[in-house]
């Protein structure tokens, strides 16, 4: 997305308007702990909703949502930025170390129990493709969290509707268990 997910929902509305985001004033009203933006994502007409704890204002997830009105035009959009992705991350130091270790260990791992590790996995969510990163820190060999793409068509089941949406959803780790321990706090 080129914005961290490590501050606050003010410095992150800054800066997705810096990119040519539009504030979706009435969806952002309705909503609780997100703001829905609309611009330009990788070249496509895209909406951005963006997760905020609302106590501490720390952002924590933000999912692109980009509409199209084929299936096949939703699964090539899927695949070209599964690719982007990949090859933006392929070769942070993080990303190579376990490449490396699974290439160099993986068998003799898998005869101990061990599962090497995987830093992209690919399965089948409700009919489609789906596929998550675990993404590295900035100048770190640790993980920072994840980015999940997929298709889904949401409302063929109760609707005549035709539109398929591609989600790429960023998720922080550390922000996203601290937001979940201050609603656990709250029960």
């Known amino acids: 997305m080129g914005i961290p997910l490590n501050g606050k929902i003010s410095s992150f509305d800054r800066e997705l308007k810096k990119k040519g985001f539009k504030l979706d004033d009435f969806a952002s009203k309705t909503l609780k702990g997100s703001y829905m933006y609309y611009g330009i994502f990788a070249g496509e007409k895209s909406q951005v909703l963006v997760s905020y704890d609302e106590k501490t204002k720390i952002v924590y997830q933000a999912c692109v949502?980009?509409?199209?009105?084929?299936?096949?035009?939703?699964?090539?959009?899927?695949?070209s930025m599964c690719d982007m992705i990949e090859e933006k991350y392929r070769k942070h130091e993080a990303v190579q170390f376990y490449?490396?270790?699974?290439?160099?260990?993986?068998?003799?791992?898998?005869?101990?129990?061990v599962i090497p590790f995987e830093w992209k996995h690919v399965y089948e969510k409700d009919g489609y493709e789906t596929t998550s990163f675990i993404i590295p820190q900035i100048n770190s060999a640790d993980?920072?969290?994840?980015i999940m793409v997929y298709v889904e068509d949401l409302f063929s089941n109760i609707t005549y509707?035709?539109?398929?949406?591609?989600?790429?959803?960023?998720?922080?780790?550390?922000?996203d268990n601290l937001h979940k321990d201050?609603?656990?706090?709250?029960?």
């Open 65 to 79: 949502i980009i509409t199209h009105f084929t299936k096949e035009s939703a699964i090539t959009n899927y695949r």
């Open 99 to 113: 490449e490396n270790m699974k290439i160099e260990h993986g068998e003799e791992m898998k005869k101990d129990g």
């Open 143 to 146: 993980f920072q969290g994840t």
């Open 182 to 187: 201050s609603q656990i706090n709250d029960l």
């Open 161 to 175: 509707s035709t539109d398929y949406y591609l989600f790429i959803r960023y998720t922080d780790w550390q922000n």
